[in-house]
């Protein structure tokens, strides 16, 4: 046997070959373990959201009102809300599905929700509104408040139905958009 020979042998290979597929297993693992923790993080972080009451913000969609120069953001449940001018000092907001619910049984909810453009010592459903009660009700955007002018909605009935349900939630949604009108 030559001892000047280079190159490997069949068990220097055999070698080789066993430590790169040590090597990618491992890498293998570590990856499949990560990709584990990572999705049961994400399940984490989803239930205790839920189970806290948080809310992710699911859209930066706004409704604009340029003749104003607000605008409101919308939820995935308000998504489809529009208005209606009425005068100079309010606006009437609604949701095309609250008008596809609003024949539905036992209806007990607004279908429109008025926002009234208003300053301190304006009246608001015949009382004078002072600066604390906007403050409360509303943040000042251009100078005025905006106001739900809406007056406090019959008694629901004992019964609360999918549908009622769906209309609180949706007036739910209106109400808080309105309370956190921005500028454009």
Do not use: H
């Amino acid at each position: 046997m030559k001892s000047d020979q280079t190159g490997f042998g069949a068990v220097e290979g055999l070698l080789l070959l066993a430590l790169v597929g040590i090597i990618i297993s491992v890498g293998l693992f570590v990856y499949k373990s990560q990709q584990a923790t990572n999705s049961t993080l994400d399940t984490s972080i989803k239930s205790q959201t839920e189970t806290q009451g948080i809310k992710p913000k699911t859209t930066d969609r706004y409704l604009e009102i340029k003749e104003w120069g607000i605008k409101l953001q919308l939820t995935s449940k308000i998504e489809d809300a529009y208005y209606n001018l009425e005068g100079d000092t309010i606006i009437n907001i609604s949701a095309r599905r609250l008008d596809e619910l609003k024949n539905s049984k036992p209806y007990c909810i607004f279908v429109q929700f008025p926002i009234q453009k208003a300053r301190v010592g304006d009246k608001l459903n015949g009382q004078v509104l002072a600066e604390e009660d906007l403050m409360k009700r509303s943040r000042q955007v251009n100078g005025y408040y905006y106001v739900n002018a809406s007056p406090p909605p019959p008694p629901c009935s004992p019964q609360i139905t999918p549908v009622v349900a769906e209309i609180q939630a949706i007036a739910k949604d209106l109400r808080i958009a309105i309370k956190e009108v921005e500028t454009l």
